[in-house]
């Protein structure tokens, strides 16, 4: 695979090979920590550095941020195959030798 101009790698046919992009991957890693902080309240209250009250408001407010950081990276995903398959299909037309891909 080489790199493009723009620093990205490529497969040589223009596509990008369908991997998810550079800023999902981020946003996803950093659910899964979200989420390994929310596994880690009971320890977090057993060593008395958080009550009860306060562990039952960072659990809500840790799993609707992981939610809600799974959601952006699938829909970064998302759109990111959408732009990919478009571009792709823009790059199809007639030449000087007939109509084809």
């Known amino acids: ?47 008395g550095l958080l009550t009860g009250a306060g562990a039952a408001l960072a659990e809500q407010m840790l799993l609707a941020a992981s939610g809600l950081l799974i959601a952006a990276a699938a829909g970064m995903w998302w759109l990111h195959r959408r732009r990919a398959s478009r571009a792709a299909a823009a790059s199809c037309g007639c030449g000087g030798n007939g109509c084809g891909c």
């Open 1 to 47: 695979m080489a790199l493009s101009a723009s620093g990205r790698r490529s497969n040589g046919s223009g596509t990008d090979g369908g991997g998810p992009p550079l800023r999902s991957k981020v946003t996803a890693a950093v659910a899964a920590v979200v989420c390994a902080v929310c596994c880690a309240l009971p320890l977090l209250i057993g060593a």
